[in-house]
T-cell receptor, first 116, second 111 residues
Framework: GAVVSQHPSRVICKSGTSVKIECRSL??????MFWYRQFPKKSLMLMAT?????????EQGVEKDKFLINHASLTLSTLTVTSAHPEDSSFYIC????????????FGAGSRLTVL | QKEVEQDPGPLSVPEGAIVSLNCTYS??????FMWYRQYSRKGPELLMY????GNKEDGRFTAQVDKSSKYISLFIRDSQPSDSATYLC???????????FGTGTSLTVIP
């Protein structure tokens, strides 16, 4: 089946630094990718929709200057958390529509960010 | 009213039991119905999906969709301790970038 590879799986950084998370579709092309944030024992919260070759679409309340999204190719989208603060600590997960002819998502394994 | 409703549980069953997980929805435009399994600190894993109404079976898992009642189910037969996880339902339309998720049901299978 389709695979979405997400790295790093865990990252710890100091407050004020920036962190980049990569999301790759390994065996299919993804013109669109989605970035979610998940708090402990809570459901997925859509942050933004990443579109290859154009600007990302951010959900209401998500700071686009803090969460920079780049969809540089049909297989790679990146999320950069800029000037990270402890409140940015969370589980970030990317996904992409992965089944040809079906509107179905495959998720990456997630990235746990801890900001000290 | 939320687009998708899912009982958060927690649900606890003995090993070997049949588990029934359910979601209801309000939008009749949904066409694809997905079930995901999420282990702690991992991303959701696609278990199966169905298109429109009907049943789909994959090993111990059976997904059912009743569009007339706007109700979907996932059945797990002969449940195993390794099935202990949170199960998310998700739905989408024919096309587009809108996906709607349930809040997840936490399942524990006791050996």
């Amino acid at each position: 089946g389709a695979v979405v590879s997400q790295h790093p799986s865990r990252v710890i950084c100091k407050s004020g630094t920036s962190v980049k998370i990569e999301c790759r579709s390994l065996d299919f092309q993804a013109t669109t990718m989605f970035w979610y944030r998940q708090f402990p024992k809570k459901s997925l919260m859509l942050m933004a929709t990443s579109n290859e070759g154009s600007k990302a679409t951010y959900e209401q309340g998500v700071e686009k200057d803090k969460f920079l999204i780049n969809h540089a190719s049909l297989t790679l989208s990146t999320l950069t958390v800029t000037s990270a603060h402890p409140e940015d600590s969370s589980f970030y997960i990317c996904s992409a529509p992965s089944v040809s002819g079906a509107n179905v998502l495959t998720f990456g394994a997630g990235s746990r960010l801890t900001v000290l | 009213q939320k687009e998708v409703e899912q009982d958060p549980g927690p649900l606890s069953v003995p090993e070997g039991a049949i588990v029934s997980l359910n979601c209801t929805y309000s939008n009749s435009a949904f066409q694809y119905f997905m079930w995901y399994r999420q282990y702690s600190r991992k991303g959701p894993e696609l278990l199966m999906y169905t298109y429109s109404s009907g049943n789909k079976e994959d090993g111990r898992f059976t997904a059912q969709v009743d569009k007339s009642s706007k109700y979907i189910s996932l059945f797990i037969r002969d449940s195993q301790p390794s099935d202990s996880a949170t199960y998310l339902c998700a739905m989408s339309g024919w096309t587009g970038n809108q996906f709607y998720f349930g809040t997840g049901t936490s399942l524990t299978v006791i050996p």
